[in-house]
């Protein structure tokens, strides 16, 4: 996952609390709750733990296919 460190727009650091916001929200609690609880009140810090996407699962599979072709064409060639 790729988890910006700090707030692009007030440079706060945040990447510390991704890992309880995420345990939080999959138990089931609010998303604005558990942002509040972890002391993150600026929207422009709540923005950037709330629309961080886990895009790592969906990249991999690309380079791993890449991978092989490539592996297969110099096969052939050798």
Same mark, same amino acid.
Do not use: W
């Given at each position: 996952? @790729?988890?910006?460190? /700090?707030?692009?727009?007030?440079?706060? !650091?945040?990447?510390?609390?991704?890992?309880?916001? +995420?345990?939080?929200?999959?138990?089931?609690?609010?998303?604005?709750?558990?942002?509040?609880? @972890?002391?993150?009140? /600026?929207?422009?810090?709540?923005?950037? !733990?709330?629309?961080?996407?886990?895009?790592?699962? +969906?990249?991999?599979?690309?380079?791993?296919?890449?991978?092989?072709?490539?592996?297969?064409?110099?096969?052939?060639?050798?």
């Amino acid at each position: 996952m @790729l988890v910006p460190v /700090r707030c692009f727009t007030c440079g706060n !650091l945040i990447a510390d609390k991704m890992e309880r916001y +995420q345990n939080a929200v999959k138990e089931g609690q609010p998303p604005g709750d558990v942002l509040d609880s @972890l002391g993150i009140r /600026r929207y422009c810090c709540r923005r950037m !733990l709330l629309t961080t996407v886990e895009t790592i699962h +969906q990249i991999v599979p690309f380079y791993e296919a890449m991978y092989e072709k490539n592996e297969a064409i110099r096969r052939n060639v050798l």
